[in-house]
C-alpha cells in the first residue's frame, strides 16, 4: 500500500507543478527527498525491524547473519511481532518487493546481506525515505548522498590473516613432522567468485599463513557460485589432488570442509566453526560478527541518531573473531601466535598488506590506484599504498585490495 501511495502522490505533485507553470522542485544527486535521518527516536515498543537475507540456515554465510541478527534482537528485549526475517531473497526485483513489504509492513529499519542486494535496496529506500536502510557489502552509500540508505562492512582481512596464522603453524608442524618437505607446503582455497572481497580474504589468509610458513603457497580455484555443495566439494578434491594439503575456503556450504574431513585434509573454514562435522580436520574459522553493527544501527533508529553512512567493524568492536582453536588439530604454539599477531594488529605495529611482505612479479608495490569512488565527482581511483601498506576498508568500508600477489596461482576453472 505504501508504494503505491508514494508512487501516486508523487504523479499528483508533478501534475499539480505543470499546471501551475512551475517547474518540478529539483531532486537530490540521488533522487531521493532530503529526510532519511529521523527527526526523533522511536519508542522501543513501537520500533519494528526488517531483515532480508539471500539464502537461509542452510548457507554457512546467511547463517552468520541470521544468527547475529538473532543475537541483537535478544540484547536488545525486542519480541516477536517487532522483526520480520525474508530469507532466500534472490539479488532481482524480489528483493525491492521484500523491501517495500517490509516498510508497508511497518519497518523502521530494514537490513539486507548480498552485495546484489544493492541496487534494489537503494530503490526501495529512494520510496520510503522515513525508513533506514542499512546494506552489508555494497559500495555506494559512502557517494550517494541517500540519508536513510547506508553500507556496512567489517575488516575481516584481518581475520583471516589470524586464521592464516593458524595454518601455516600446522604446515610447519607437518614439515617437523616429516609429513612434508617446506617445498611441499602448498595450500588450496576454494573461491566463489574473482570479486575484491575474494582476493583481498585469500590474499591476507595467504600473507598469515606466509608470515609464520615463508615457504608457503597456495593455490586458488573459483566455483562461480557463492552456494554450491557439489562444486565446493569438488574443487576442494581437485585443490588435493593437485597437491595441496591444507584446504580454505570463501564459499557458503559446507562442500570443501566436508572434502577435507573425508580424505583427511586439515581445513580452514569461513562464517562459522565446522568442528561437529569435521573433527579430525578443522582447525579454526574466521568470521564477521554482525550483532554489534546490528544493535549499533537499530539503537541509531531508537535514539533518533543519525546511521554512518559507511561503517566498518575491526576486531575493536568485536566485529571481527576466530571460532575457538580445534585443539585436538591444531599445532602447539598456535594460540600464543595468534594472540601476539592480534595485539599487535590492534595496536596498529602489524598492517596485514604490509608491501615490504609480498611482491609482484618479483617487484615491490609502492603505489596502486583501487577502484573505491572516494567522491562525488566520480573520481574512482585513490591512492591506496602509503605508510608502507595498503590501506584495505579505509576508503570504503567493502574491500578492494585486488592485486594479485607472487606466491598465489589462479587455476582455471570449469565446474558443474
Known amino acids: 500500500m505504501k508504494k503505491l501511495l508514494a508512487l501516486l502522490l508523487a504523479l499528483v505533485m508533478v501534475f499539480a507543478l505543470a499546471a501551475c507553470g512551475e517547474e518540478p522542485a529539483p531532486s537530490t544527486e540521488s533522487g531521493a527527498p532530503e529526510s532519511g535521518?529521523?527527526?526523533?527516536?522511536?519508542?522501543?515498543?513501537?520500533?519494528?525491524?526488517?531483515?532480508i537475507f539471500l539464502h537461509d540456515e542452510n548457507s554457512t554465510y546467511d547463517l552468520n547473519f541470521i544468527n547475529g541478527a538473532k543475537a541483537a534482537?535478544?540484547?536488545?528485549?525486542?519480541?516477536?511481532?517487532?522483526?520480520?526475517?525474508?530469507?532466500?531473497?534472490?539479488?532481482?526485483?524480489?528483493?525491492?518487493?521484500?523491501?517495500?513489504?517490509?516498510?508497508?509492513?511497518?519497518?523502521?529499519?530494514?537490513?539486507?546481506?548480498?552485495?546484489?542486494?544493492?541496487?534494489?535496496?537503494?530503490?526501495?529506500?529512494?520510496?520510503?525515505?522515513?525508513?533506514?536502510?542499512?546494506?552489508?557489502?555494497?559500495?555506494?552509500?559512502?557517494?550517494?548522498?541517500?540519508?536513510?540508505?547506508?553500507?556496512?562492512?567489517?575488516?575481516?582481512?584481518?581475520?583471516?590473516?589470524?586464521?592464516?596464522i593458524v595454518a601455516g603453524m600446522k604446515l610447519n608442524e607437518m614439515i617437523e613432522n616429516g609429513e612434508i618437505t617446506a617445498e611441499q607446503a602448498k595450500m588450496g582455497y576454494v573461491g566463489a567468485f574473482t570479486y575484491a572481497e575474494v582476493i583481498s580474504g585469500y590474499t591476507s589468509f595467504y600473507l598469515g599463513a606466509k608470515s609464520v610458513c615463508p615457504s608457503v603457497t597456495m593455490d586458488v580455484t573459483f566455483t562461480g557460485s557463492w552456494l554450491s555443495q557439489d562444486m565446493e566439494a569438488e574443487a576442494a578434491n581437485n585443490l588435493i589432488n593437485g597437491g595441496c594439503v591444507l584446504i580454505s575456503h570463501h564459499a557458503d556450504s559446507m562442500g570443501a570442509p566436508t572434502a577435507c574431513e573425508n580424505a583427511g585434509v586439515p581445513n580452514v573454514?569461513?562464517?562459522?566453526?565446522?568442528?561437529?562435522?569435521?573433527?579430525?580436520?578443522?582447525l579454526v574459522s574466521s568470521r564477521i560478527d554482525w550483532e554489534p553493527y546490528y544493535e549499533y544501527a537499530i539503537n541509531c533508529v531508537l535514539n533518533g541518531e543519525t546511521i554512518d553512512s559507511d561503517w566498518t567493524g575491526t576486531l575493536a568492536t568485536g566485529s571481527v573473531v576466530l571460532t575457538e582453536l580445534?585443539?585436538?588439530?591444531?599445532?602447539?604454539?598456535?594460540?600464543?601466535?595468534?594472540?601476539?599477531?592480534?595485539?599487535?594488529?590492534?595496536?596498529?605495529?602489524?598492517?596485514?598488506?604490509d608491501t615490504s611482505t609480498f611482491t609482484v612479479n618479483g617487484e615491490t608495490v609502492d603505489s596502486y590506484l583501487a577502484d573505491v569512488d572516494t567522491d562525488e565527482n566520480n573520481e574512482k581511483e585513490t591512492e591506496a599504498i602509503s605508510d608502507g601498506y595498503f590501506h584495505e576498508s579505509e576508503y570504503r568500508s567493502a574491500p578492494y585490495f585486488d592485486i594479485q600477489i607472487d606466491g598465489i596461482t589462479l587455476l582455471d576453472t570449469n565446474f558443474g
Open 37 to 51: 535521518a529521523p527527526a526523533a527516536g522511536v519508542a522501543k515498543e513501537d520500533l519494528k525491524v526488517g531483515f
Open 73 to 164: 534482537i535478544e540484547a536488545l528485549g525486542l519480541s516477536e511481532d517487532q522483526y520480520e526475517f525474508r530469507t532466500n531473497i534472490p539479488e532481482n526485483e524480489e528483493c525491492y518487493n521484500a523491501a517495500a513489504d517490509l516498510a508497508d509492513d511497518g519497518c523502521n529499519i530494514i537490513f539486507a546481506d548480498s552485495f546484489g542486494h544493492e541496487d534494489y535496496i537503494i530503490q526501495a529506500a529512494q520510496e520510503f525515505p522515513d525508513v533506514q536502510f542499512c546494506h552489508s557489502t555494497g559500495t555506494k552509500a559512502h557517494t550517494l548522498n541517500l540519508p536513510n540508505y547506508h553500507n556496512t562492512f567489517a575488516s575481516i582481512y584481518e581475520g583471516r590473516y589470524l586464521a592464516g
Open 269 to 282: 573454514s569461513y562464517n562459522g566453526s565446522t568442528i561437529d562435522d569435521c573433527p579430525d580436520t578443522y
Open 326 to 353: 580445534n585443539d585436538a588439530v591444531v599445532a602447539e604454539g598456535t594460540a600464543e601466535a595468534v594472540e601476539e599477531a592480534r595485539a599487535a594488529l590492534e595496536a596498529g605495529t602489524l598492517h596485514v598488506f
